[in-house]
């Protein structure tokens, strides 16, 4: 089992950035690929960006590739993610899964952990 928290969301202005956290406990952490996923208002959850178990291979949605970036520190059991020139369509919760493989998926069913949750809302 492993409990994910995630933290850092909050209301920020077009072409502002943020990072977000997710807190892993319960497992070994590093044993897991991990990802972000968003779901805006009305929408189906969709993909962000995932990062290997070592954290050297990465993967992210086009629609956030140069803006984005996700990271993680094993001995902290976090994973980040940065976002810089943040768009009003980036708006929406932002969640935080442990997979089932070590790999930096972009698969929703492949992940069996999920956190509850941040919301990011960027204003025009």
């Known amino acids: 089992q492993v409990q994910l928290v995630e933290s850092g969301g909050g209301l920020v202005q077009t072409g502002g950035s943020l990072r977000l956290s997710c807190a892993a406990s319960?497992?070994?952490?590093?044993?897991?690929?991990m990802g972000w996923f968003r779901q805006a208002p009305g929408k189906e959850r969709e993909f962000v960006a995932a990062?290997?178990?070592?954290?050297?291979?990465?993967n992210y949605a086009d629609s956030v590739k140069g803006r984005f970036t996700i990271s993680r520190d094993n001995a902290k059991n976090t994973v980040y993610l940065q976002m810089h020139s943040l768009k009003p369509e980036d708006t929406a919760d932002y969640y935080c899964?442990?997979?089932?493989?070590?790999?930096?998926?972009?698969?929703?069913?492949?992940?069996?952990?999920w956190g509850q949750g941040t919301q990011v809302a960027v204003s025009s």
């Open positions: 899964a442990a997979a089932r493989f070590a790999r930096a998926t972009d698969v929703p069913r492949e992940y069996a952990y």
């Open positions: 319960g497992s070994t952490f590093s044993n897991y690929g």
């Open positions: 990062i290997s178990w070592s954290g050297l291979s990465t």
